[in-house]
């Protein structure tokens, strides 16, 4: 199996930052597109952003020139720099993954979430 480990969540204020990092380990051959969901109560669970292994990037609009997305360590880990958060931006966020394990296997990976709260 495939296991994706978050870290970085916590509180901020309304303008302050945040770094959310995902690390991918387990049974992996090689790792396709990676990426960045948050789900508000009562709300769905939204992209926030996404990187393949190539490096192009996919941003939500309501992040666009705030947040960025990047990818390192041999591309098993993906990061969320926030920047200028507001509160709308208060969520768990959950890392996800397109995973090749051994065999050819295509699996979808998602983290267990972190909780992002930006509040006054």
């Known amino acids: 199996q495939v296991q994706l480990d978050e870290s970085g969540g916590g509180l901020v204020q309304p303008g302050g930052s945040l770094r959310v990092s995902c690390v991918a380990s387990?049974?992996?051959?090689?790792?396709?597109?990676m990426g960045w969901y948050r789900q508000a109560p009562g709300k769905q669970r939204e992209l926030v952003a996404s990187?393949?292994?190539?490096?192009?990037?996919k941003y939500a609009d309501y992040v666009k020139g705030r947040f960025t997305i990047s990818r390192h360590n041999f591309e098993k880990t993906v990061s969320l720099q926030m920047n200028s958060l507001k509160p709308e931006d208060t969520a768990v966020y959950y890392c996800?993954?397109?995973?090749?394990?051994?065999?050819?296997?295509?699996?979808?990976?998602w983290g267990r979430g972190t909780q992002v709260t930006v509040s006054s």
């Open positions: 990187i393949t292994a190539g490096g192009k990037t």
């Open positions: 996800n993954a397109d995973i090749v394990q051994s065999g050819l296997v295509d699996v979808t990976a």
């Open positions: 387990g049974n992996i051959f090689r790792i396709n597109d």
